[in-house]
């Protein structure tokens, strides 16, 4: 393997500076020239009058993170194309997104998602609903600061703190200055470049590699293309079960119930814009992962008969697409730069969002609601949404520093953010279609599904060296000779250490912890609703007033549009302040708690009848 090209020149560094210094300079021209996010719709919302495309892009960027970039390419390598029927999983949540939720959202009409948790279930559990993202989405950040910057570093020569601390400094700048608009915008630039990078790496790669029909042929040979894997055995990583089934929870818990994403729908005029900004989110979405895909093949068609990892070219399996775009790219002056500008604009995207969500949240959601006898001004409130905003980007920083000193903090942290997103989506469930749940029940089942979920979380990380691995085999039949040798000596350590690890003593939760993540999502929602449901036929003995007061049924969604989607009308696709009011509704009782006549801004279709009622 030629190693000539693990460095990068003045262009590769150009092309980087660039894309800060643009992003720099749009967050300038936000915060000072244009709209100068004077107000709080402003700086959080966009003034809530952002186009459908540029708003599709920001939801892509907030979504498909640096993690995807480095992360896909390596799965199809490791474990073939069953990963692509996630496109099929996204399609569904995305019908889900726009046909149910986003018009909810919308109706309801608050800046912070989980405003809506205290209108149907009580102030306790919106609090503790939004310190569980908050938490979240903050180590996320920091990993999505850190771990690409260590994947490059190693691999390109780029030292890692220069591109923690730029990339860190320009998107707090941007962030805290330019609000939403400068959020957005720059999301959009590096959304063209993070497609212009993965498509300059697709085209030179079926280039080195001898031309498309080369690599599909050696991948087929490789069984990397499969769709065929429908085992019931939920310890296999990829199943077409796992994915459409897990894939589908996970993708619109992510789409839906995290204030990063649900936060872009607002910023748009109309719910139908909302709704069209959703779907080309998922049509972006879907030519991503085919190109990441694409990318998984090349790599495997590449290095299909020698192994980098076995031989030791890197240190770990997301260092595999900055490998190959260096061995493939980097006889090319800029081009390395400009794979490098993808990455970080895929890191930057991630964070700027997360950074302006997380404001949101603890302005709307905890100080706002703590001190409701204080109320701030409009313009005060923006201007401590920028301070808060600069505060959380330097966090952000430090908290990658601390990343630095713990192992396989990268996959631990990506999976706790898609673990905790389960147990939010099922009280949003529970809110949404089970009238009969108050909040002491809804606040006993999240908790122990975040208990639950947390612990099969750290259990299949400590024995994750225990659990058999399925990955399809990999082979070191074309290395060069003094390459087999070491990898053979190595071996030897390694055969030794793995009988060690046999005759140890395997924990009675193996079975538990050797499930596929791909089921964690499918785990934390049905946790969450089923203990909820089940302390809600225990006797009532809550102290708590809020669970006596009548519910709003403005607050709940019927079971005729949840379960009979043929029936969606042009009213429900439109914004609610343009669907005749609904007086005629009784009220109704059930289990002894009434509900209230919807208000004069009540869509139809988004109220409970006496019958809908009877059916929950």
């Not at 019931?232 to 994403?261: A, E, H, K, N």
């Amino acid at each position: 393997m030629a190693t000539d090209y693990l460095y990068l020149g003045w262009t590769d560094y150009g092309m980087l500076i660039f894309l800060l210094g643009l992003s720099a300079a749009i967050g300038i021209w936000h915060g000072c020239f244009g709209s100068k996010q004077a107000t709080t719709k402003d700086f959080l919302m966009a003034g809530g009058e952002m186009s459908i495309l540029p708003t599709a892009m920001s939801l892509l960027a907030s979504v498909m993170s640096s993690a995807t970039l480095l992360g896909v390419p390596v799965e199809i390598y490791n474990y073939g194309t069953m990963y692509l029927y996630c496109l099929f999983a996204w399609f569904f949540a995305t019908y889900l997104t726009s046909q149910l939720f986003v018009p909810k959202f919308r109706q309801i009409g608050c800046v912070s998602i989980y405003a809506y948790l205290e209108k149907r279930f009580s102030l306790k559990l919106r609090i503790c609903v939004t310190l569980t993202y908050i938490i979240s989405n903050i180590l996320f950040m920091s990993v999505t600061l850190y771990g690409p910057s260590l994947a490059l570093s190693q691999v390109t020569g780029l030292d890692v703190w220069l591109a923690v601390i730029s990339c860190g400094i320009i998107c707090t700048f941007y962030t805290s200055i330019g609000g939403m608009k400068a959020v957005i915008w720059t999301d959009v630039v590096q959304t063209c470049v993070m497609f212009i990078g993965i498509i300059l790496s697709i085209i030179f790669g079926f280039i080195d590699v001898g031309g498309i029909s080369k690599v599909f042929r050696i991948a087929n040979e490789g069984h990397r293309i499969n769709f065929s894997t429908f085992a019931l055995d939920p310890t296999i990583r990829y199943t077409f079960w796992s994915v459409m089934i897990g894939g589908t929870i996970y993708s619109t818990s992510l789409l839906c119930f995290l204030q990063t994403q649900a936060q872009r729908y607002m910023c748009v005029k109309t719910t139908r814009d909302a709704q069209k900004a959703a779907w080309i989110n998922w049509i972006m979405c879907a030519l991503v992962l085919i190109l990441c895909s694409i990318v998984g093949l090349l790599i495997f068609a590449k290095y299909h008969d020698c192994d980098p990892l076995k031989t030791k070219l890197v240190a770990r399996s997301d260092q595999f697409y900055p490998l190959f775009v260096i061995q493939t790219l980097g006889k090319f002056p800029g081009l390395t730069g400009i794979f490098i500008a993808c990455i970080m604009s895929a890191s930057l995207s991630s964070i700027s969002s997360g950074v302006n969500s997380t404001t949101t949240v603890i302005i709307e959601d905890i100080y706002k609601r703590l001190r409701p006898n204080q109320p701030l001004s409009d313009h005060l409130q923006a201007t401590i949404s920028k301070y808060m905003s600069l505060v959380l980007g330097i966090l952000t920083i430090l908290l990658a520093f601390v990343m630095s000193y713990l192992t396989n903090i990268l996959v631990i942290v990506f999976s706790i953010f898609g673990t905790l997103a389960a147990p939010i989506f099922g009280v949003f469930l529970l809110g949404f279609f089970f009238p009969r749940v108050n909040s002491r029940n809804a606040l006993i089942g999240f908790i122990i599904s975040l208990i639950v979920q947390i612990w099969i979380l750290i259990g299949a990380n400590l024995t994750s060296k225990q659990q058999l691995k399925k990955a399809l085999p990999t082979s070191i039949n074309g290395c060069s000779l003094p390459i087999v040798q070491n990898i053979t000596f190595n071996n030897t350590d390694t055969i030794n250490l793995n009988l060690e690890l046999n005759t140890a003593s395997n924990s009675i939760f193996l079975p538990l912890y050797s499930i596929s993540f791909m089921w964690y999502a499918v785990n934390g929602v049905l946790i969450t609703t089923i203990i909820a449901l089940l302390c809600s036929l225990l006797p009532n003995d809550s102290t708590s007033n809020h669970d006596d007061e009548p519910i709003d049924p403005s607050v709940l969604i019927s079971c005729r549009k949840a379960f009979c989607c043929c029936f969606v009308t042009q009213n429900m696709m439109g914004d609610p302040e343009n669907v005749p009011s609904n007086d005629h509704i009784d009220k109704s009782e059930v289990n002894g708690r009434k509900y209230e006549g919807p208000n004069e801004r009540d869509d139809s279709e988004l109220m409970l009848s006496p019958t809908d009622i009877q059916m929950l």
